[in-house]
C-alpha cells in the first residue's frame, strides 16, 4: 500500500473517528449499517436455512473474538493478506477497550525474555514490523530509547545479565554506560550504571487501532460490537461459536449456560480476547481444559507527574525488574506527559476481568498512602528533584 500523506491520514482517522462515535451511540434496534449486531447476524442465518424456532446456526469463513489491537491486526491480515472472509465481534460498544487502551503504549526491544521464547521471537520481530507499519501509514510514534538503571553498586550484575539476555535475544545497539554518562543524557536521574536501548520507542495505540480498523473494513471484515460469545461447543472438528448481544450478559451470573440467539460455526476461531481468554476457552465444551493455561491477574496504577514547566526526562526510564512486572518506570507519551508506575497487587480469585479492568483506584483508597511511598522508595532514588506533590493517580490496568 503507497504511503499516504499526514493530511490524507489525518483526515482518515477524522472520518473513521465519526464512524466509530455513531455506532456506539446507535440502539440495539438501529445498530450502525457498518456493524453487525447478534440479531442482524441471527436474521442472515435463518435466510440462508436456519430453522424457524430454534437458534439459528451460519457457517462462516473466520472469526475473530476481541477487537482490542491483537484481534484488529489478526483480523486485517486475515482479510488483506489471506482473503480470508472475517467477521470480528467484541462484546464492548467499541474497539480496544480493554488492555489495548490500559497500558503505557511503549514499543519494547525484546530485552528480557527468555531467549529463543516465542515472547523473544515475536518481541524482536514485531518491534521491528510495528515501526515499518506505523512509517507507512503516519501513526504517531516516536523512538525515544530507553534506560534501565542501576540505582546502587547490588544492581549491577543484575544489569549485566539484562544486557547479556538482549544481546541473546537479537535486539540492537544496547549499550552500558556509567552514572556520569546516564546523567549528561538525563541531567535529572542519579543511578550508579544504566543498560541504553536505543530502538526502545512509544506509540499513539488508539491511532493504530483505528488505522487497523480502516484496513480491515476496507479489506472485506465486519465489525459487530456489543456482541459477545458466550459459550460453544465441539461438533466432530468443528468448535460452534455461541453468540448473544452483550445486554443479555447484565444478568447472567455465569453459573448456567447462556442461550444464544446465534451459532455461528468457522473454518477458522481465532481467540483474542486478552485477560480474558482462558475463561473464553473453559466455556467451549469439549475442549480439554488442561490444555488451557491457569491465570494470574495482577492490578498496577499508573501516577501523572503535573506541576512542573516540562517533562523531566526525555527517554523511558526503567528499574530492575521486579516480581510480576519489570518494576515502577518512567514512561513518557508523545505529548511530553510523564508517567509513574505500575505498581504490582496481586488478585487472587474471580475471573471477570471487564469488572477489574473498570475498576478506577478510587475504591481502594486506603491503598494510595501504601502506593505512594512505594512509588517514593524507587522515583526518589532515582530522580534527585521529585517531590510526592507532583504525582497523582492517573489510571488502573490489569495484566
Known amino acids: 500500500m503507497a504511503m499516504k500523506s499526514a493530511t490524507e491520514a489525518t483526515m482518515m482517522r477524522l472520518r473513521l473517528t465519526r464512524i466509530i462515535t455513531s455506532a456506539t451511540r446507535a440502539t440495539t434496534s438501529n445498530t450502525n449499517r457498518r456493524l453487525l449486531s447478534a440479531k442482524n447476524l441471527s436474521s442472515q442465518s435463518n435466510k440462508n436455512g436456519g430453522e424457524e424456532g430454534s437458534v439459528a446456526r451460519e457457517r462462516v469463513d473466520c472469526l475473530v473474538i476481541g477487537a482490542g489491537v491483537v484481534g484488529l491486526a489478526v483480523a486485517r491480515e486475515l482479510a488483506a493478506k489471506k482473503r480470508r472472509k472475517v467477521i470480528l465481534v467484541d462484546s464492548a460498544p467499541t474497539f480496544g477497550t480493554g488492555t489495548s487502551s490500559r497500558n503505557s503504549e511503549v514499543i519494547h526491544a525484546g530485552i528480557y525474555y527468555p531467549p529463543s521464547s516465542f515472547k523473544a521471537l515475536f518481541c524482536v520481530r514485531g518491534r521491528e514490523l510495528l515501526y515499518s507499519y506505523c512509517r507507512e501509514h503516519d501513526i504517531p510514534h516516536k523512538q525515544i530509547g530507553k534506560l534501565i538503571v542501576a540505582t546502587g553498586s547490588s544492581e549491577i550484575p543484575k544489569l549485566n545479565s539484562i544486557m547479556n539476555r538482549g544481546i541473546e535475544n537479537g535486539v540492537d545497539g544496547l549499550r552500558m554506560i556509567e552514572g556520569y554518562e546516564a546523567l549528561r543524557i538525563e541531567p535529572e536521574l542519579q543511578c550508579s550504571k544504566a543498560l541504553l536501548s536505543p530502538v526502545s520507542g512509544i506509540i499513539d495505540t488508539h491511532s493504530l487501532m483505528l488505522t487497523l480498523v480502516g484496513e480491515a473494513e476496507g479489506y472485506g471484515t465486519t465489525l459487530s460490537y456489543n456482541t459477545a460469545v458466550v459459550g460453544g461447543h465441539l461438533e466432530g472438528n468443528h468448535l460452534c461459536v455461541h453468540i448473544s448481544e452483550s445486554k443479555a450478559l447484565e444478568n447472567w451470573d455465569g453459573k448456567f449456560p447462556l442461550q444464544p440467539e446465534l451459532v455461528l460455526i468457522p473454518k477458522l476461531v481465532v481467540n483474542s480476547t486478552g485477560l480474558g481468554a482462558p475463561s473464553l476457552a473453559k466455556r467451549f465444551s469439549g475442549i480439554d481444559t488442561a490444555l488451557i493455561p491457569t491465570s494470574y491477574y495482577a492490578r498496577g496504577c499508573y501516577f501523572t507527574l503535573a506541576n512542573t514547566k516540562g517533562p523531566p526526562f526525555r527517554h523511558l ?13 518512567v514512561t513518557l507519551d508523545l505529548n511530553g506527559q510523564v508517567k509513574f508506575g505500575p505498581d504490582v497487587e496481586w488478585i487472587n480469585g474471580g475471573s471477570d476481568t471487564s469488572i477489574l479492568l473498570n475498576k478506577s ?7 494510595d498512602k501504601k502506593v505512594l511511598s512505594q512509588f517514593e522508595g524507587w522515583i526518589s532514588g532515582a530522580w534527585l528533584c521529585w517531590h510526592p506533590t507532583q504525582t497523582f493517580w492517573s489510571q488502573t490496568g490489569v495484566c
Open 317 to 329: 526510564i526503567y528499574p530492575i525488574p521486579e516480581d510480576g512486572g519489570l518494576g515502577v518506570h
Open 361 to 367: 483506584c478510587k475504591p481502594i483508597l486506603p491503598r
